[in-house]
C-alpha cells in the first residue's frame, strides 16, 4: 500500500476513534481516567521511574494529571524554529505553563529544554493516542511529533487511551512510526511485546 492510501486509511481511522472517545460520558470519563492513573501506577516500569515525560490532557484524551506528583516531570513545547516538540522539566504546573500550540498548555520559552541523552536513556514516556492496537501499533494526531521524540527512547514507552481506542484490528502503518510497548487503558494493561496482556480486564 502506498504511503498516500495509508495516510487517507489513517484520517479515517483517526474520525472514527476520535468520535468514539468523545462519546464518553464526563462522569464515566472521570471513573476511567482514575481507572488508568491507577493501572499505570501498578506498572513496575513507573514505579520504578525517576524522569516522566507524561502530557496534558487535549479535547477527549485521558486526564493523567493525578500522575504529575512524586517523580521528576516533564511535559512537551513546541520548538516553532525546528518544527518538533521538545521536553521541558515542571516543577509547578500553575507557575511554568503557558497557553501553547493548539491552545495545549506547554513550558514557559524561559524554561530549559530536556538533553537529549536523559531523553534517551533515563525517561519514560507516557504518551497521548487516538488509537492502538495490540501490537503496539499507534496512531497519533498526525505529524509524526511523537513518533520523532520516540525514535531513540531506550524506555519503553506506554500509550494511555481509554478501552474504546483499542482496535482489535492491525492499524495501517509506516516505517517511520514508533511502536508502544506497553498500552494501558481504564479495563486493561496491554503488553505489547508477544502481544501479551499484564493483569485482568476489568
Known amino acids: 500500500m502506498s504511503v498516500e492510501l495509508v ?4 484520517s479515517a ?17 472521570r471513573i476511567f481516567d482514575a481507572e488508568i492513573c491507577s ?12 524522569n516522566i515525560a507524561a502530557f496534558i490532557s487535549f479535547g477527549a484524551e485521558p486526564d493523567i494529571s493525578a500522575l ?8 512537551p513545547r513546541f520548538d516553532a524554529r525546528s518544527g518538533v516538540y521538545e521536553m521541558v522539566a515542571i516543577e509547578d504546573i500553575k507557575r511554568d505553563l503557558l497557553p501553547g500550540k ?7 520559552p524561559s524554561l530549559p529544554a530536556a538533553d537529549t541523552g536523559l531523553l534517551a536513556s ?18 497519533g494526531r498526525g505529524g509524526g511529533y511523537y513518533d520523532r521524540l520516540l525514535a531513540k527512547v531506550q524506555l519503553p514507552p ?14 495501517p502503518g509506516t516505517e517511520h512510526d514508533t511502536p508502544v510497548r506497553w498500552i494501558v487503558t481504564e479495563r486493561e494493561v496491554i503488553d505489547t511485546a508477544g502481544n501479551n496482556e499484564s493483569g485482568e480486564r476489568k
Not at 481511522?13 to 470519563?29: C, F, G, Q, T, V
Not at 493548539?102 to 514557559?108: A, F, N, S, T
Open 122 to 139: 533515563q525517561m519514560l514516556f507516557l504518551v497521548p493516542a487516538v488509537a492502538c492496537d495490540r501490537n503496539g501499533c499507534r496512531l
Open 158 to 171: 506506554v500509550a494511555v487511551i481509554y478501552s474504546c481506542q483499542v482496535s482489535e484490528t492491525p492499524l
Open 39 to 50: 493501572n499505570i501506577r501498578n506498572l513496575p516500569i513507573f514505579q520504578s521511574a525517576v
Open 68 to 75: 504529575f506528583h512524586g517523580k521528576r516531570l516533564f511535559l
Open 102 to 108: 493548539y491552545g495545549i498548555p506547554e513550558p514557559l
Open 7 to 10: 495516510e487517507m486509511e489513517k
Open 13 to 29: 481511522l483517526r474520525k472514527h476513534y476520535s468520535a468514539r472517545r468523545k462519546n464518553i460520558a464526563a462522569d464515566e470519563r
